[in-house]
């Protein structure tokens, strides 16, 4: 019932761009807290970017930031994360996930473990 479904993935250039889209269904959105993770073979999942409820309070790990842009958009309750100078490093399945919150801020533990709903995953490569 609770859905998340990741597009946009698929093969780039290094230095290229690469847009991920996430729908979302079957929760009340506007009150969750969205992230993408990524996870490569024999790694641990890690947080990219998170964005609060309200789209105003956007958080980056370090390795992204000036790079990659989360944005949301409540009223078709989807979130989006751009992805410019992309590089093979960043090579990785992606997730949205979703996180129930009261105060406004975003965040994300190693695994992700406090995040409730997640999609299924995308395949991104980037080639050298």
């Known amino acids: 019932q609770m859905q998340l479904v990741e597009s946009g993935g698929g093969s780039v250039e290094a230095g290229g761009a690469l847009t991920l889209s996430c729908v979302t269904s079957?929760?009340?959105?506007?009150?969750?807290?969205i992230a993408w993770f990524r996870q490569v073979p024999g790694g641990e999942r890690e947080g990219v970017s998170c964005?609060?409820?309200?789209?105003?309070?956007?958080y980056y790990r370090p390795s992204v930031k000036g790079r990659f842009t989360i944005s949301r958009d409540n009223v078709n309750k989807r979130v989006y994360l751009k992805m410019d100078k992309i590089r093979p490093e960043d090579t990785a399945i992606y997730y949205c996930?979703?996180?129930?919150?009261?105060?406004?801020?975003?965040?994300?533990?190693?695994?992700?473990?406090?995040?409730?709903?997640w999609g299924q995953g995308i395949q991104v490569t980037v080639s050298s």
């Open positions: 964005i609060s409820t309200n789209g105003l309070v956007p």
């Open positions: 996930a979703a996180q129930r919150r009261v105060l406004l801020g975003c965040s994300f533990t190693p695994g992700g473990n406090d995040y409730q709903y």
């Open positions: 079957g929760f009340a959105f506007e009150d969750y807290a």
